[in-house]
């Protein structure tokens, strides 16, 4: 067994055991990994976030446990002194010394702090390590305690403008001061950087370009900095963000051979001047360069991890420091060479100052090649022309439209389809995962699905930018093996939901038995019977008392099962809107039947408890006093929240509670492919979260505002604006064309916001078909809701009203007598069920 | 709790001893369940007309100890007839009882017999 010393626990060197646990020769070799920091190694890259989340653990890579359960000892918070090379040990800060067969390098780098005078001063921080974060955000508390809110950072590169992102979120007014005379001169030419700059200040904050630091001023703490052009800038804390050092103390002490500006030299096997010892990451000196990006660090760990097996991949010969992030809420990418300025190159440039949008691509004069580029303020085209430029692909006929899209006629992706490109292609760069690797998964039938993938090949696992690459050959794999994803709805109906609503439609199916005997096969299932029970709902307006056997469970008996298999009751209560006598009849059935009350969030009340037999006998008592089901069972529209609006309320422009009680009127009863929930708010304060509902009406001067597609729930979603201030009549038009072009194209149990997203063309195009009528449907639309408004019947009426109907509700087909199993406990002043 | 599950076990059909009318054919909804009462044991009944099979089981989800497989949708799994429990889906095959979820659970079924458009369940007790 080979012993190998990993010294340095940071992104690099986390990479390289994960890639070592994962190798087949893993059992030859025992692994100890050296981290100075306390903390397992975490993702610097999204080091800004950790202002914004609860806790450091979120920034781990992985947790202590993944390293003993692969069998790597971990040892934070010591740091190596010493490297003896002749007897291949090295040594602690508390004299214990390890032996190795291999040794490797993954150090990093430091901060650069620039040598000014001052710089010891209080306030005065660097950028690395969540430690330098917590020091900057205690020194923030301080200085806000003391009326102090102006930060500066010192640099105006990549990690300079994360810092200044991460004070902003700190509440403090903050400046930028940077050497050159543009910002991320690395990447940026002039024109981007004057984008980016303009994009910056609109945020708030200041940039100074073409600033030499003089000196730190201040009695204990910083408070002003002083520059070569005589002039100064306040400043209650400076960050120092101005570049890396690698951490190459080590190799410098034991001999191995370091560049003249700091880093360990390495060969393309990643090998130092001394053939036991590997560097790889920030500190490694490859081809001159100190590369400081996670993608290079990542190859040249797996590099590493091969050779010590034994294998003979080698690090390519030249790095690709192309980069796509997002600094201070800006899209900025760059790629290739973004600067290249000869006779043999043409740059295409697009800017649009309104917009804050900057490309510009270099492409080989004779327009065969694409060399590089930048993007500012919308890096959506990235994922395209990185791998046009990488795989040194054919260019379009006119290369202009790579950064403006194909003007006039179809718009088509200057790539065509993803499975065009070379297998080669290197798809993950993060993770380097080619193309033919994530073909090759799916292929080879280990993978089948996107999540698969993701677990296999790592591809998109850590920035995720490739995600939409990923997806997409994903599916176009699966489509070329002739494994079309298609969703049916289950084992017993080969058919999408919206094929299935189409075929009840065109065939005039009246019944799941004839749907069943037409298209389908078996008795059906708990799948497909809900959805089919659905679009019966939807093209026929039937209740769910006429085929009351296919309706989900709660449908069936037109209640909300809990826990102990007793019902809650929901009646309509539209607009939330309620008189004090039916209050007064809510609460004396709850008193009645013993039953547990609760507000729920759409405005109504819950009462929770009432047994299967006690159903109708309730509803009779609450149908007399003027209510109707709320439909809270079923897959179907639950309730338009509003606020009080401008009949109350001192800032209402509309009358909210009118237009809710209108909406919910409308379109109770209609079921769908999922619940639908609404909202009218008289204000922009919007106290009725109708952007949080499928869909919201919100009032501006001069009408409704119409937004939809929003959800709570897991993955909340606000819903997006389709069209601004319409009138009463337009609003509720456009209302009715949504619901049902969204009713008829959903999959089954897929809510608005999903649906949305999958939808082509998205809010655009949904735009287009609601508002512009593009498909010429408009009116069909319409007509479809306004047949379905005309035919709801509150169906608890029709139920109680029918003996045959209320057999259903009859707790034993052989015995009047009730379930007595049923238990229930005290709980503050009402019960609730004996828990599981 | 587990007490409730004792009182529940399979009987197959040549086994029953008693046999125990519970109902007429029409006082069962199709295609879907019902509950009926046998001294402590509550039994659900399901009659599906595709193939006109009836089948029994317990009225006891074995997942949370409630009493609703009755009011579950019913089914079939690659042909084998089935219950869905109303409260988290778990689903058992009304011909053994088997879960075909894959989990451990596993519910009584009983036999059931039609005469002269009358029903009756098969007890051994």
């Known amino acids: ?836 | 709790m587990e007490e409730l599950l004792k009182n529940y076990q399979s009987v197959a059909d040549q086994h029953a001893i008693h046999w125990i009318k519970v109902g007429q054919t029409g006082d069962f909804p199709e295609n879907a369940g019902a509950c009926v009462k046998y001294n402590a044991k509550q039994i659900a009944v399901y009659h599906f007309t595709r193939t006109n099979s009836w089948y029994a089981c317990q009225n006891l989800c074995p997942h949370k100890m409630e009493m609703v497989l009755s009011r579950g949708m019913t089914g079939d799994s690659q042909g084998i007839p089935k219950v869905a429990c109303p409260l988290h889906k778990k689903t058992f095959s009304l011909e053994d009882g088997s879960n075909l979820n894959g989990e451990d659970y596993s519910i009584a079924t009983y036999p059931v017999r039609i005469q002269e458009g009358n029903v009756y369940i098969g007890f051994v007790d």
């Open chain 1, 1 to 836: 067994m080979k012993k190998v010393i990993v010294i340095g626990n940071g992104m690099v060197g986390y990479k390289f055991c994960e890639k070592l646990a994962a190798h087949p020769l893993r059992d030859q070799f025992e692994l100890v990994v050296f981290g100075e920091e306390f903390r397992p190694a975490y993702d610097r890259v999204h080091l800004s976030e950790y202002f914004t989340l609860d806790s450091a653990d979120k920034l781990l890579l992985a947790s202590s446990d993944w390293y003993a359960e692969n069998n790597i000892v971990l040892r934070t918070g010591e740091m190596i002194t010493s490297i003896e090379t002749e007897t291949k040990r090295v040594f602690t800060h508390k004299h214990d010394y390890f032996e190795y067969d291999y040794l490797i390098l993954a150090t990093g780098s430091a901060p650069f702090v620039p040598n000014i005078k001052g710089v010891d001063k209080q306030g005065v921080f660097v950028y690395r390590t969540i430690e330098d974060l917590d020091a900057i955000k205690d020194y923030t508390d301080k200085l806000k305690q003391e009326g102090k809110f102006k930060a500066s950072v010192l640099g105006g590169g990549l990690l300079g403008l994360e810092a200044a992102n991460a004070a902003k979120e700190l509440g403090l007014q903050t400046d930028v001061i940077e050497f050159a005379p543009r910002l991320m001169p690395r990447q940026l030419d002039k024109a981007a950087s004057d984008m980016l700059q303009s994009k910056i200040e609109s945020l708030g904050m200041k940039i100074h370009l073409g600033k030499n630091s003089k000196e730190i001023v201040g009695e204990e703490g910083i408070e002003k900095i002083d520059f070569a052009d005589e002039t100064s800038l306040q400043t209650d804390m400076l960050i120092i963000s101005a570049g890396i050092r690698p951490r190459d103390e080590l190799a410098v002490k034991c001999g191995l051979r370091t560049g003249e500006r700091g880093g360990v030299y390495v060969n393309n096997k990643m090998e130092t001047s001394d053939p036991a010892i590997y560097a790889i990451g920030e500190v490694a000196l490859y081809n001159n360069g100190i590369y400081g990006l996670v993608a290079p660090g990542y190859e040249m760990a797996g590099v590493a991890v091969d050779q010590i097996a034994g294998g003979e991949k080698l690090m390519s010969p030249s790095i690709d420091m192309s980069t796509q992030l997002k600094l201070v809420g800006t899209e900025v990418a760059s790629f290739g060479d973004p600067f290249i300025e000869n006779d043999e190159i043409t740059a295409i440039v697009y800017e649009n100052k309104q917009r804050g949008v900057y490309k510009r691509i270099n492409i080989a004069k004779d327009g065969s090649k694409l060399l590089g580029g930048i993007m500012v303020g919308d890096s959506s085209d990235y994922n395209t022309l990185f791998q046009l430029y990488i795989n040194a692909m054919k260019l379009p006929e006119n290369p202009e439209d790579l950064i403006l899209g194909s003007r006039g006629g179809e718009s088509k992706s200057a790539l065509g389809s993803v499975l065009d490109l070379p297998d080669t292609a290197q798809i993950c760069s993060c993770e380097a995962v080619s193309k033919g690797t994530i073909c090759d998964s799916i292929t080879s039938g280990a993978c089948c699905t996107f999540s698969d993938v993701v677990k296999s090949t790592k591809a998109s696992s850590s920035c995720g930018g490739c995600k939409p690459m990923v997806t997409d050959l994903v599916s176009a794999t699966l489509k070329s093996m002739g494994q079309e994803v298609k969703e049916t709805i289950c084992e017993h109906f080969e058919y999408s939901r919206q094929e299935m609503y189409d075929l009840v439609k065109l065939h005039s199916i009246m019944n799941f038995d004839e749907a069943l005997d037409r298209h389908g096969k078996g008795h059906g299932c708990e799948s497909c019977k809900p959805v089919l029970a659905s679009i019966f709902a939807s093209i026929y307006m039937e209740t769910a008392n006429r085929q009351a056997p296919i309706q989900d469970s709660n449908d069936r008996f037109l209640a909300n099962i809990q826990r102990n298999g007793t019902y809650s009751v929901v009646p309509r209560v539209p607009g939330g809107e309620i008189t004090p006598d039916k209050l007064m009849v809510l609460g004396q059935v709850a008193k009645k039947y013993d039953l547990y009350t609760k507000i729920t969030g759409g405005q109504r009340i819950d009462l929770f408890g009432a047994q299967l037999h006690e159903l109708p006998m309730i509803w009779k008592e609450l149908i007399d006093a003027g209510f109707e089901s709320g439909h809270a069972y079923g897959k179907s529209l639950r309730t338009v929240k509003s606020c009080v609006g401008s009949t109350w309320c001192r800032f209402g422009l509309h009358d909210s509670v009118s237009f809710a009680i209108r909406i919910e009127d409308r379109y109770k009863g209609l079921r769908s492919p999922h619940k639908l929930k609404g909202g009218v708010s008289g204000c922009i304060r919007e106290c009725a979260e109708a952007r949080g509902k499928d869909f919201g009406v919100i009032a501006v001067e001069g009408g409704w505002n119409l937004f939809v597609c929003g959800n709570g729930g897991a993955t909340p979603k606000h819903a997006i604006l389709l069209a601004e201030k319409l009138d009463d009549d337009t609003c509720i038009k456009y209302l009715d064309r949504f619901l049902v072009y969204y009713i008829r194209t959903a999959a089954p149990l897929q809510r608005t916001a999903p649906w949305l997203d999958k939808l082509e063309g998205g809010i655009e195009y949904l735009k287009k078909v609601v508002v512009e009528d593009s498909l010429g449907i408009g009116e069909e639309l319409e007509a479809e809701m306004q047949e379905l408004v005309n035919q709801y019947a509150c169906e608890w009426k029709e139920a109680i009203e029918d003996p045959q109907m209320m057999k259903r509700f009859k707790p034993f087909v052989n015995s009047e007598e009730k379930d007595e199993s049923l238990v229930f406990v005290p709980m503050r002043d009402q019960k609730m069920p004996r828990p599981w």
